[in-house]
């Protein structure tokens, strides 16, 4: 489940690139959410008309969603590349969570999760892909800690946490907490890595 419906390939202007379309639209909801922004805007940011807007991305929400789905797919290419550079049981996961902890987009926060707390009350769609990412991402920092020795129950739950602390520390970015604080916060997670009967993890 890594993306939604394709582009559809009718009214697409000459010179059109969808990719690029896709990324000005994932800017625009990025820095003003979903429902403050119209199809007007997206199709001024995207550089196309309101006809090959519909013809090519379906709806707002169609387009939304592929949004979210690009990003998310982003985002997990980095931190399966962080899982497979070799890097040592601990190492590996601090840089899983710093990359989690610390979007591209700065202060501005993580459109994933932006997206998912504006929308997935109401959303069922964007709700279901939102539990999707997070079980794909919780399940690849469980198989780290399992390589680390850790039981397969515990480290799940342990994963979990982890995940919970680095979300938690987007959003006390976002709300302009001094990064050394962040730092500090997710420093403090590290005895969630030690193996399960290791005095730091008790």
């Not at 090519?56 to 399966?80: E, N, W």
Request: with cysteine; hydrophobic share 50%.
């Amino acid at each position: 489940m890594s993306s939604t419906t394709p582009l559809h390939q009718a009214g697409r202007p000459r010179g059109f690139e969808p990719e690029a379309a896709l990324r000005a639209a994932l800017a625009v909801f990025w820095r003003q959410g979903y429902r403050a922004t119209s199809v007007d805007e997206l199709t001024a940011a995207m550089g196309i008309r309101r006809s090959s807007f519909y013809a090519c991305f379906g709806t707002k929400h169609a387009l939304l969603m592929q949004s979210v789905a690009h990003y998310a797919d982003h985002v997990f290419a980095d931190l399966q590349a962080i899982a497979a550079s070799g890097l040592d049981h601990d190492a590996a996961i601090a840089a899983i969570l710093d990359r989690v902890a610390e979007p591209e987009g700065g202060v501005q926060g993580c459109l994933f999760i932006s997206m998912i707390s504006e929308l997935a009350p109401d959303d069922a769609e964007l709700a279901a892909y939102g539990r999707f990412h997070i079980a794909r991402v919780g399940d690849l920092v469980t198989s780290i800690l399992i390589a680390a020795r850790i039981p397969p129950a515990e480290a799940a739950t342990r994963a979990g946490a982890l995940l919970a602390c680095a979300v938690g520390a987007i959003m006390l970015r976002k709300a302009g907490l001094p990064p050394a604080q962040i730092a500090a916060l997710l420093a403090a997670t590290r005895p969630l890595l030690a193996p399960a009967n290791h005095p730091s993890a008790l």
